[in-house]
């Protein structure tokens, strides 16, 4: 009876055990639970500068780009490095492109950066290269490759090693002779000079020696070729040059730069009023790169804007033509050289005109504030020099200031300021 008894509370156990639900299970199921992925670890890039954020006087900067994982960067430009430039919140140059020290390969206009071998690339940030006077600046540079688009490297550069400026002259040396023509220098910028020669001949035959010698300045070179001979007869100068030079026959800037050369200088001789060229004692109707030399040329220089330009450890005034000059009123000429010369300048200034006198007053003038007395007499030559050169001025009067102050640089307040006729004397 009791053995019935054991087996019938066994069979209500099994039969009530069968029929409760499952709720919960203490099992871990976890190993056997499919769980996603990690996401795939993003691409990071550092781009930085390993000569530091503060620099005096630098020279050469190493940038480095690194990553945390193998991959391609792809140029978008033809420059690798490109750089903006600021000066007091403003900006100065933009989009300059910076001189690699060394070339690295590109294969289809791409890099493979790896973990280990970060990029390491060094550029020229040095005061000649970037074109700036002395000063404090920002440079903000940045990258070419598209996978670095948003990244920056900010430098704070302090500038001191200026060159210096030469100021005009009106005298002559003793015995000789002042003689006015054209250089260039490495960008194929035209840059007036002026020379003091022996008075062994005419003027003109005086420039064409000055034209078939090397220049003796650093950093500047002669803008035209070979010359046949050069004569004066009638008012008009007779350039013959070869057919077969290689400057005349470039189809760029330097072909029309030589033309430039011989007709701006030869047409200021005193007497000459045209200027006839020939190839090899013919007529020819296009020559220096598309110039139209079929007839006699009439050149009156003007408009020209006169913006200093730091060659090896010299400034020069550069000599820059004014596009649309024949569509611009006499005040809108005024107005584009004025705020060209502003924008390079290290002081703010206005400017009125009465008459054919243009008076310039500095703005804000600090009396305390050094700024050596070539650096004066360049900015006052670069406005004198471009404003003259207009139909509308003849002179210059800087106006005097509350502070007591009688000359900027060598020139005088208050006294009417004619151009010398000899500018970026070279020796």
């Not at 910028?189 to 220049?215: D, G, Q």
């Not at 000059?325 to 290290?346: C, H, Y």
Request: aromatic share 10%; glycine share 4%.
């Amino acid at each position: 009876m009791k053995a019935f008894t054991n087996i019938l509370l066994i069979l209500i156990i099994v039969f009530v055990a069968s029929t409760m639900p499952l709720f919960l299970s203490p099992i871990d199921y976890s190993s056997i639970v499919t769980l996603p992925e990690d996401e795939e670890e993003i691409i990071q890039m550092t781009f930085i500068s390993k000569t530091g954020s503060e620099l005096n006087d630098p020279d050469i900067i190493e940038l480095e780009i690194s990553t945390n994982q193998d991959t391609f960067l792809n140029r978008i430009d033809d420059a690798i490095l490109l750089l903006d430039i600021y000066q007091n919140g403003r900006i100065v140059k933009s989009n300059q492109e910076i001189l690699l020290e060394d070339s690295f390969n590109l294969e289809s206009n791409s890099y493979l950066l790896s973990v280990e071998s970060p990029l390491t690339i060094s550029a020229s940030i040095n005061q000649k290269d970037l074109g700036l006077k002395n000063g404090s600046y920002i440079l903000v540079i940045r990258t070419s490759f598209a996978e670095l688009s948003e990244n920056t490297v900010e430098i704070t550069a302090q500038y001191t090693n200026d060159g210096i400026y030469v100021k005009s002259t009106n005298d002559v040396p003793v015995g000789l002779i002042g003689i006015n023509y054209y250089l260039a220098n490495e960008d194929d910028e035209l840059i007036p000079v002026s020379e003091f020669v022996a008075n062994t001949s005419s003027i003109h035959k005086l420039m064409e020696a000055a034209y078939l010698r090397e220049s003796a300045i650093e950093g500047l070179f002669n803008p035209v070729g070979g010359i046949n001979y050069i004569i004066l007869r009638d008012g008009v100068i007779y350039i013959d040059v070869p057919g077969n030079d290689e400057i005349y026959n470039l189809e760029n800037r330097k072909a029309e730069n030589a033309y430039w050369a011989f007709v701006s200088p030869f047409s200021r001789i005193g007497g000459v009023v045209r200027v006839r060229f020939t190839v090899d004692n013919y007529v020819r109707e296009i020559f220096f790169n598309g110039q139209n030399i079929r007839y006699s040329i009439p050149y009156e220089n003007k408009n020209k804007l006169y913006l200093p330009i730091l060659i090896d450890e010299r400034y020069f005034l550069s000599e820059i033509d004014i596009e649309d000059e024949d569509i611009l009123t006499d005040t809108e000429i005024l107005a584009f050289m004025v705020n060209q010369i502003k924008a390079e300048s290290w002081h703010d200034f206005t400017y009125s005109v009465e008459g054919q006198t243009l008076n310039l007053k500095f703005e804000n003038y600090d009396v305390s504030a050094e700024m050596e007395t070539d650096k004066w007499d360049m900015l006052i030559e670069s406005v004198l020099y471009s404003v003259t050169s207009t139909n509308s001025i003849n002179n210059l009067l800087i106006e005097s200031l509350e502070s007591g102050v009688d000359s900027f640089g060598s020139y005088p307040v208050n006294t009417i300021i004619t151009p010398n006729l000899y500018l970026n004397p070279i020796n």
